[in-house]
């Protein structure tokens, strides 16, 4: 399943929705393989870096790597998590409880086809960075991310 096909990224132009400054890094985490890697293909289109992880528990691993590894240039230090709601073995909000425990400072996207205005609005009260509704338009992702990182 190409991502193209889905956004019509033909029809718009890379230049007005791109990140113009940087290619910072973004942990992509979702169970569905499909779903993840049109999200890293947005993102990449973007022109952003991506790494990806399958559940909660492979995420917390490269976070825990990421923060412990003094940058050396080749792998910057993550900007971004944009992590699914609705996960086996630890989902989208244990992962991020689990981040605050371990002072894990990190901004945190949910992304969930699930989450209730509600318990978005909770789970922004805690620090979330911001959340989007699956399936999430390219250019939601687009001003979301430049709001948060930007």
């Avoid at 022109?47 to 003094?70: D, R």
């Avoid at 209730?116 to 992702?141: F, N, S, Y």
Wanted: overall charge negative.
């Amino acid at each position: 399943m190409r991502i193209s096909r889905h956004l019509n990224l033909e029809r718009i132009e890379q230049s007005e929705l791109m990140n113009q400054t940087s290619k910072k890094r973004i942990l992509v985490v979702d169970d569905n393989l499909p779903m993840r890697s049109a999200l890293s293909e947005t993102l990449k289109f973007l022109n952003y870096k991506t790494v990806e992880a399958e559940n909660g528990q492979q995420a917390l691993e490269i976070i825990e790597k990421s923060c412990s590894q003094p940058e050396t240039g080749e792998e910057p230090e993550l900007a971004l998590i944009l992590c699914d709601w609705s996960m086996p073995i630890l989902d989208g909000r244990g992962l991020f409880n689990e981040m605050k425990k371990r002072n894990l400072d990190i901004p945190f996207v949910m992304l969930s086809g699930y989450m209730t205005p509600a318990e978005a609005e909770e789970m922004t009260g805690t620090g979330l960075a911001g959340w989007l509704q699956k399936p999430a338009d390219i250019r939601q992702i687009a001003n979301l991310l430049e709001k948060i990182l930007h």
